[in-house]
């Protein structure tokens, strides 16, 4: 599908075809601190920082030829330039732990855990041409709520993966918790 808002992007869900165009895009060290977008699927008892690296890049790569990791990856030209993680709530096995995020509904929540725009092309409607891509796409699988957790700013480009308050309240999610500092919940009916 063709993306407003942004120029010349084309959306795609992942496919397990999609791999490479997903590798190139997270870099040989897997985007963020080698997170793989794998950091909120840490299991119970893990660190991250034995996981971050190969091991994220292993798991990450077998849940996308499995069928089990979804998201959509912005292209513009062939070139992956971004990144949008969503799927049910409770396949985040580090949203189940948090006590700052939990919530009572967890089986009907679908979340939108993660945007990774590549350097170049941030500021420039990517995210948001996903972020809208990725709540079409919710709607079509029959999601009634969808959830994310954004930061509020100001926030560093590494801690702003989840999106801001601002950002997330703008295309009408609306915040249910109020902490002065670390993730929010924000969330929009379908």
Not at 40 to 63: C, M, N, S, T, Y
Not at 157 to 172: K, Q
Request: glycine letters at 12%; one cysteine or more.
């Amino acid at each position: 599908m063709k993306a407003s808002g942004a120029p010349a992007l084309e959306i795609r869900e992942l496919t397990p075809e999609l791999w490479p165009a997903f590798e190139k895009l997270f870099g040989p060290n897997g985007a963020c601190a080698g997170c793989w977008c794998m950091w909120w699927r840490i299991r119970d008892g893990e660190r991250f920082d034995d996981v971050r690296g190969g091991e994220a890049k292993r798991r990450q790569r077998a849940l996308v030829l499995a069928g089990k990791s979804r998201g959509l990856l912005a292209f513009s030209e062939g070139e992956p330039v971004g990144w949008c993680a969503y799927g049910p709530r409770i396949g985040f096995t580090a949203l189940a732990r948090s006590r700052t995020l939990a919530c009572d509904d967890a089986e009907q929540v679908w979340s939108l855990p993660c945007f990774f725009i590549k350097s170049g092309w941030r500021g420039r409607g990517v995210a948001r041409a996903l972020l809208r891509a990725a709540l079409a796409s919710l709607k079509a699988q029959g999601a009634r709520v969808a959830e994310a957790y954004p930061v509020r700013p100001p926030a560093s480009n590494a801690g702003a993966f989840t999106g801001t308050v601002p950002w997330l309240e703008s295309e009408g999610f609306r915040v249910l918790t109020n902490r002065p500092r670390g993730r929010q919940r924000v969330r929009r009916t379908l």
